[in-house]
């Protein structure tokens, strides 16, 4: 049997309080034989490390900025001398991507300058091919190394998730980082629908289907009683940003509130948006009712999902929310919105209810009926999770993407 490639993993910020998935892709891999080296753009806030599994991870992690200005001298000096023509080829086309702009243009610069040192560092550790999660910075710098690197036998891929990047598909630039990825992993199918409508049918093949997944046992709850009084607890868990419409479930909340229900809701996680969503709890008259518990490892997790009733994710953006995952592999019925890539992951009214974005009336309409009704809510629950180890598995991801990193796309370098 072949000795398994070497494959190197790039990600801006890894590993992430929100790129569990990423872990146990890598985790994954590594099971299956795949030597799996981790790089990050920048390193990872010791505070943002919240679990030991995460911690292990930053340790084995190569940081690409801020380099020793040794090394990046090297590494530039290297490539120079190696192939002076592809260096400036190099250079150049990587300008010309840039969406326009002295800005633009600049970042172009920076993600040239580490695409060499990673080209550099991929060079010394004997590794083939560099895998990029995300189509932002850390696909642009993946993609220099590839370029420079292609007659040492160097390729890259991408997973593809959106749908930050398909709001402005020319900055990002997709139609030229799909043509030149040896292929994209797209995490559903409406991910790879846009892909195709901005690529030519010739590229169409590149877009294999690569869903997140997750390993169902580590999410195991164990049975929840009625509450009394018809008390729901409900849980939101996700980045504090406005395209999660956080503010939609807050304002929901207080409607039922106002009705006499006795709703409650956790809203999980940290980010940007968390002062002004303070500040509308209290505009409400919700302090005590809404908790904003701040970032969460995956660790304690599972304590949350336990403890609610409902899982409510009222996003105006998504790919496929894998902790609408988690949240159903913990027999959660899940209130989410019918948009873009979820209704592949959640049927309405088998494993929850799928509501139009931005509507807290509808939003509010949607936890009265699963308030009233325990049974419907345990059913749902109960489906969801099966619905998650069929076909959102962790194991089978990492058999996919295996296949993928393992055929000639992902061949060592030659030296």
């Known amino acids: 049997m072949p000795d398994e490639p070497a494959i190197a993993y790039i990600v801006g910020l890894y590993p992430g309080v929100s790129h569990s998935f ?3 892709e890598v985790e994954g891999l590594r099971a299956r034989g795949a030597r799996v080296e981790t790089f990050s753009l920048r390193r990872v806030p010791d505070d943002q490390l919240l679990t030991d599994a995460d911690r292990r991870a930053a340790r084995e992690t190569s940081v690409i900025l801020p380099p020793p200005p040794g090394e990046l001298v090297g ?3 290297r490539a120079l001398r190696r192939r002076p023509g592809t260096y400036l080829r190099t250079l150049a086309g990587t300008l010309r991507s840039s969406a326009g702009g002295a800005r633009n243009g600049a970042w172009k610069v920076f993600y040239f300058t580490e695409g060499i040192l990673l080209w550099d560092r991929l060079q010394r550790r004997g590794i083939g091919h560099v895998h990029a ?6 696909s642009d710098v993946a993609m220099v190394a590839a370029q420079f690197g292609a007659d040492d036998g160097v390729g890259w891929s991408f997973t593809m998730h959106g749908p930050t990047e398909f709001d402005d598909v020319t900055r990002y630039g997709l139609p030229r980082k799909v043509a030149e990825a040896r292929f994209v992993a797209c ?4 991910c790879r629908s846009q892909l195709m409508r901005i690529s030519p049918p010739q590229d169409w093949a590149k877009l ?4 997140c997944g997750l390993d169902v046992e580590r999410f195991t709850a164990t049975e929840r009683p009625d509450r009394p009084g018809g008390r729901l607890d409900v849980l939101c868990l996700g980045r504090l940003v406005p395209d999660k419409g956080q503010r939609t479930l807050v304002h929901a909340v207080a409607a039922l509130r106002r009705e006499g229900l006795d709703v409650r809701a956790t809203l999980a996680g940290d980010g940007p948006d968390r002062p002004a969503l303070t500040a509308l709890v209290q505009e409400l008259g919700l302090a005590g009712v809404v908790t904003l518990t701040g970032p969460v490892g995956q660790d304690d997790v599972g304590d949350l999902y336990q403890a609610a009733d409902v899982f409510c994710l009222p996003s105006f953006a998504e790919g496929i929310p894998v902790v609408l995952m988690e949240a159903m592999a913990m027999e959660l019925p899940v209130v989410t919105t019918q948009i873009m890539g979820i209704p592949e ?12 974005p931005g509507r807290p009336d509808v939003l509010a309409a949607a936890l009265r009926a699963l308030a009233a009704d ?3 809510r345990r059913e749902m629950g109960r489906r969801g999770r099966a619905r998650v180890a069929e076909s959102f598995s962790a194991a089978e991801a990492a058999e996919r993407i295996h296949a993928l990193l393992g055929g000639p796309a992902a061949s060592a370098p030659r030296m």
């Open 22 to 24: 990423i872990l146990r």
């Open 75 to 77: 590494a530039h000096l």
């Open 133 to 138: 999660h995300f189509a932002n910075a850390a």
């Open 187 to 190: 995490i559903g199918d409406y």
């Open 208 to 211: 294999q289907i690569v869903r």
């Open 345 to 356: 992951l959640v049927d309405d009214g088998v494993h929850g209810l799928l509501v139009e």
């Open 374 to 376: 325990p049974a419907a």
